[in-house]
Structure formats: C-alpha cells, structure tokens
Nanobody
Framework: QVQLVESGGGLVQPGGSLRLSCTTS????????MAWYRQAPGKQRELAAQ???????NYADSVKGRFTISRDNAKNTVYLQMNSLKPEDTAVYYC?????????WGQGTQVTVSS
C-alpha cells in the first residue's frame, strides 16, 4: 500500500520559514520524481517545486529563490524548505510521487501565512 504522509505545515508570520516533510512507503522511492504542489482557496492546484530521481530541481517562478526542495533517499523522504514566506503562499501543500503512470498523492498539509 502506497502512503505519502506530509507534515510541517502551520501558521507563520510573513517573512517566516517552514519546512515541510513528506515520508513515503510502498514505493521504490529512489526511482520516483517527487514534487510539492499547492492549492489556495478558490484556485487550481499548481506545481511549486519538483525534484527528479537524479536530483534535478524545478521551481515555479513565484517561489524561486525562496523555496528549496530536497530528498533523502535513505529516509524515503522529500522536503520543502520555505523561506521569506508571503501571504500569497497560503495554501494546502500536497506531496506527489510520479513514475510514468498514475501519480500518488499525500493528504495535504495546511500552510497559512498571516500576521
């Protein structure tokens, strides 16, 4: 059974930082491209950051220079370090694992940026 479990969300003031974690089980983690998507209220889900099995990364323009995605293959975990957070970063953040075929999703973790 495939499981992706996100953690690390919460309430943070503008300019603050959070680190999200997504721990996986039931997949051969090292083979998968991993990504963080986010969905703000009333908006479509969008890609925030992606990391390939080889470690190449890709970021949405809106988060470049502020967010960093990384993976620890020994722990089957992907991270999203979020710095200089803005109110517009408020969203539910979802972990995604893809290897051709149908991707796997986590349940999401809420990030709220507000003073």
């Amino acid at each position: 059974q495939v499981q992706l479990v996100e953690s690390g969300g919460g309430l943070v003031q503008p300019g603050g930082s959070l680190r999200l974690s997504c721990t996986t089980s039931g997949i051969f983690f090292t083979s998968y491209a991993m990504a963080w998507y986010r969905q703000a209220p009333g908006k479509q889900r969008e890609l925030a950051a992606q990391i390939t099995s080889g470690g190449s990364t890709n970021y949405a323009d809106s988060v470049k220079g502020r967010f960093t995605i990384s993976r620890d293959n020994a722990k089957n975990t992907v991270y999203l370090q979020m710095n200089s957070l803005k109110p517009e970063d408020t969203a539910v953040y979802y972990c995604n694992a893809a290897l051709g075929g149908r991707p796997h999703w986590g349940q999401g973790t809420q990030v709220t940026v507000s003073s």
